[in-house]
């Protein structure tokens, strides 16, 4: 049985107008580790609230705090979840952000979830650190805190002491990060097995594909041209034959793309050989070199090389993690 001074305190803040999903779905983590019934459970959960009033979510889910700040215990991990709450107001309560300053030098995670990074940002103890959040806010918060190291790609960011996710269930991932990191592999793995969720999914992975950005982004001609991309990565898109496709000029054309999806052509196109090799990975048993052959790439080292680059790990390796059994 664990001794008492090994329980992990968890705070969650809760406040108006927060996104119920993203403080939920990580008590759902913790609290699953505790339900695993191995002895005295890890973690005590305790929701924070500005004060113990109950708070209304995005959703209209009210939810009652059990402690205010001023009586919230020493906390091992504090969580933060996103919602507009967030970005348009806690993040400018003055005694809140004092709280987190306060706090941070004691406490040993300082988490947030989606846009709950504009909370974080807003005390100054992000200044200089790699972040991620929800992609459709990322660049707002780093227009609005240029000293923070933004990269809306990434599924979760770990810097230092502080944790940072993207959207929603993104904050799942990260929780159940933190369970693995405290209890073990085979605990994280027996909570992601009750909730039936990924046990792991890489940090690095794209929170949004490219083809699905295009759709949100591309209209006329150049939502089209994703389209036929798509049906056409295993053969030669130069800038030339792109542009053609679009009946522009090469120059015309790469301005307009930059334009319109934030990015070169050729990027973007990496971006979506590398994302169907990742569905014929995991859905099929072709070789490397044949996959590496089908989306574009010269040769299975140069796919490798991108593969790990963009994803952190071989083509193998992602396979192995992901395939469907």
Known sequence: MRARSSIKTIGLLAYDD???LDLAGPLDVFGGAN??????????????????????????????????LEDAPALDTLLIPGGCGARTTINRDARLIAWLRERAPTTRRMVSVC????????????????????WNYADDLARRHPAVRVEADRLFLRDGCFATSGGLTAGMDLA????????GAPTALAVARHLVMYVKRPGNQAQFSA????????NGRMGALVDWLI?????????????ERCAMSARHFRRVFAETFGMPPAHFVEKLRLEQACMRLTQGKASI??????????SADAFRRAFRARYGATPNEYRERFAQT
């Open 115 to 134: 846009t709950g990074a504009y909370v974080l940002a807003a005390t100054g103890l992000l200044d200089g650190r790699r972040v991620t959040t929800h």
């Open 18 to 20: 927060m996104q119920a």
């Open 35 to 68: 339900g695993l019934g191995h002895g005295t459970p890890p973690y005590e959960l305790c929701i924070i609230g500005l004060s113990t009033c109950a708070v209304r979510a995005e959703n209209g889910l009210s939810i009652v705090p059990a402690r205010a």
């Open 176 to 183: 159940l990060a933190l369970v693995e990191e405290d209890l």
């Open 289 to 298: 070199e044949r996959i590496a052959s089908n989306v574009g790439f010269n």
């Open 231 to 243: 049906a056409n990565l295993g053969s030669e898109l130069t800038i030339e034959r792109m542009a």
């Open 211 to 218: 083809p699905l950005a295009a759709q949100a982004q591309g």
